[in-house]
């Protein structure tokens, strides 16, 4: 029997921000098509892994994602699709140190662009060009679910596994899946899934893991 094919969607921003807040960052350096793998059934196959994010701002970040992304891009069957982080601005009252005065401050962050748009593009992508029989969704936003709906819609056999990413869930997502996995049960998998500390690139590049992302064990 043909077994089923599986493609896994993750919402990078998303996914990491909930390792950050568990304090799961020695699990940073991670292969994500290994890590998908081992939550297959014997009548599945993975046939590709997407990641969905954009680059970070902040040039020791970037350069740590980027080793990380080039070392993970070895393997053909995993994509990267690009979003961006534009700069934003808001109102803040802060209370002053010295005095029970409040004035308000106005505070510049970075915020995450068009990642989760493209992530539901190619969900109904890939079911519309009958790419995948199961998909594997790495993400809590529960803005995905009209993309569920539309998929099945599309496909109305189409299976789909959330994947909750450790310390966040949603109750739309959980309503809509055909089955529920909670990240934070399955750290020993984590564990499998990280990758050599060094690796070396088909130019002869070593790509290093960050020390900041070195597991407890190598620090």
């Given at each position: 029997?043909?077994?089923?094919?599986?493609?896994?969607?993750?919402?990078?921003f998303?996914?990491?921000?909930?390792?950050?807040?568990?304090?799961?960052r020695?699990?940073?350096?991670?292969?994500?098509?290994k890590?998908?793998?081992?939550?297959?059934?014997?009548?599945?196959?993975?046939?590709?892994?997407?990641?969905?994010?954009?680059?970070?701002?902040?040039?020791?970040?970037?350069?740590?994602?980027?080793?990380?992304?080039?070392a993970?891009?070895?393997?053909?069957?995993?994509?990267?699709?690009?979003?961006?982080?534009?700069?934003?601005?808001?109102?803040?009252?802060?209370?002053?140190?010295?005095?029970?005065k409040?004035?308000?401050?106005?505070?510049e962050y970075?915020?995450?662009?068009k990642?989760?748009?493209s992530?539901?593009?190619?969900?109904?992508?890939?079911?519309?060009?009958?790419?995948?029989?199961?998909?594997?969704?790495?993400?809590?936003?529960?803005d995905?679910s009209?993309c569920?709906?539309?998929?099945?819609?599309?496909?109305?056999?189409?299976?789909i596994?959330?994947?909750?990413?450790?310390?966040?869930?949603?109750?739309?997502?959980?309503?809509?899946?055909?089955?529920?996995?909670?990240?934070?049960?399955?750290?020993?998998k984590?564990?499998?899934?990280?990758?050599?500390?060094?690796?070396?690139n088909?130019?002869?590049?070593i790509?290093?893991?960050p020390?900041?992302?070195?597991?407890?064990?190598?620090?």
């Amino acid at each position: 029997m043909d077994k089923k094919r599986v493609i896994a969607y993750f919402d990078g921003f998303n996914y990491y921000e909930a390792l950050r807040s568990k304090k799961w960052r020695h699990y940073y350096w991670q292969d994500l098509f290994k890590f998908s793998e081992l939550f297959l059934r014997k009548h599945q196959q993975l046939d590709k892994v997407r990641l969905f994010t954009a680059i970070q701002q902040d040039p020791d970040k970037s350069d740590r994602q980027d080793k990380w992304l080039q070392a993970n891009k070895l393997n053909d069957k995993f994509n990267v699709t690009y979003g961006e982080f534009k700069k934003r601005h808001k109102w803040k009252r802060v209370e002053c140190n010295n005095c029970s005065k409040k004035d308000n401050y106005k505070i510049e962050y970075w915020e995450e662009k068009k990642t989760d748009v493209s992530l539901a593009s190619y969900i109904i992508r890939d079911v519309a060009l009958n790419e995948c029989d199961v998909i594997f969704l790495f993400c809590a936003d529960s803005d995905l679910s009209l993309c569920i709906d539309l998929a099945r819609e599309i496909n109305p056999l189409i299976k789909i596994v959330i994947f909750f990413p450790p310390g966040i869930f949603s109750s739309d997502l959980n309503n809509k899946a055909s089955n529920v996995i909670r990240l934070e049960n399955h750290e020993q998998k984590f564990k499998k899934s990280i990758m050599p500390l060094s690796i070396t690139n088909t130019d002869g590049y070593i790509l290093n893991c960050p020390e900041k992302w070195l597991p407890k064990e190598n620090k």
